[in-house]
C-alpha cells in the first residue's frame, strides 16, 4: 500500500494547547491547520472504545479508579478537561466512534493509537478496528492504526485487514523488521531520541516509513523530517507549523 500521512501530527488530539484525547483537542489540531491527529484508544468498562491514555482516571478527569472497570454512564458524568484548566472544564471524554466523526468532519487523518488495558490486548485491538473500519468505509485516506501491543495488532488486523497498522516502541529491538513483517505492519514508530542513524538507515533501505514520537523542538522536528523521517509527532502544535516539511 502506498504510504501516505501527512508530515507533522499533532499529539493526543491537540498537543499541549488542550487537554488531551478530547473534542477540544481535535478542534484546536484543525485550528492550527494541523491535518493528521494521533490519539489513544481504550476500552471503557463497557467495552466501549473511547479516547483515553492512563488505565487509570485520575490525571485527566475528576474521577478515581480504572478506566476497565467504569461504565460508559460514569464515564459521561466525568469532566476530561477542567484539569488542563478551566475554559475546557466540562469537556466529555469521547467515544472513538464519534471522535472518528469528528475527524472525518474537519479533514483531519488519523493515527489511532490502540492503548489496551491490561488484558484487554486482543478485544481492544478488534473493536478499535472494527468500529474504524466502518466509519472510514470509503474515505479518502484510512486511519493508520498503531500500538505497542502485538496482541492488539493482530486482533487489529483480523478485524480490519485492509487497514493499515504501525508497529510502537520504546526501544527498538534488533528484530523489529521481522516483527513487522510478522505483524504486517506498514510503519515503524519510535521514540525520536533512540532513533540513531544507523536504525533509520535500517528503514530507509528496507523502505519502511518511520514515525516519531513526541518531538517539541523545532529544530529536532525539521533534522528529523530532512534525514527521511516519514511523520513527526508533536505536542507543540503552536509553535511547530503543519507545513514545516
Ligand atoms: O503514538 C505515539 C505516542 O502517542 C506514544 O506514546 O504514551 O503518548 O501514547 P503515548
Ligand atoms: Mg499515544
Not at 22 to 46: C, I, N
Not at 74 to 79: S, V, Y
Request: net charge negative.
Amino acid at each position: 500500500m502506498a504510504w501516505r500521512c501527512p508530515r507533522l501530527i499533532a499529539h493526543r488530539g491537540g498537543g499541549t494547547l488542550a487537554p488531551e484525547n478530547t473534542f477540544a483537542g481535535l478542534r484546536m489540531a484543525a485550528q492550527h491547520g494541523y491535518r493528521g491527529v494521533e490519539f489513544d484508544v481504550m476500552l471503557s468498562g463497557d467495552g466501549t472504545p473511547i479516547l483515553f491514555h492512563d488505565e487509570t482516571l485520575e490525571r485527566t478527569t475528576g474521577g478515581a479508579g480504572r478506566v476497565a472497570e467504569t461504565s460508559d454512564a460514569e464515564l459521561a458524568r466525568l469532566d476530561a478537561g477542567g484539569w488542563h484548566g478551566s475554559h475546557f472544564a466540562g469537556e466529555p471524554i469521547p467515544a472513538f466512534a464519534d471522535a472518528a466523526e469528528l475527524c472525518l468532519a474537519l479533514g483531519l487523518w488519523a493515527n489511532v493509537e490502540i492503548k489496551p488495558s491490561r488484558g484487554a490486548d486482543s478485544e481492544t485491538g478488534r473493536k478499535a478496528a472494527a468500529l474504524a473500519r466502518e466509519v472510514w468505509a470509503g474515505a479518502l485516506l484510512p486511519p493508520l492504526l498503531s500500538s505497542f501491543s502485538v496482541g492488539a495488532l493482530e486482533a487489529a488486523r483480523e478485524a480490519a485487514p485492509e487497514l493499515p497498522r504501525g508497529l510502537l516502541y520504546g526501544p527498538v529491538p534488533a528484530n523489529w523488521r521481522g516483527e513487522l513483517k510478522r505483524l504486517g505492519c506498514a510503519s515503524l514508530h519510535c521514540d525520536a531520541y533512540r532513533l540513531g542513524p544507523a536504525l533509520l538507515a535500517e528503514a530507509k533501505a528496507a523502505g519502511v516509513p518511520v514515525v516519531v514520537y513526541t518531538v517539541n523542538d523545532i529544530v529536532d522536528a525539521e533534522r528529523l523530517l530532512r534525514l527521511g523521517v516519514a511523520a513527526v509527532i508533536t505536542d507543540r502544535i503552536d509553535i511547530i507549523p503543519p507545513d514545516l516539511a
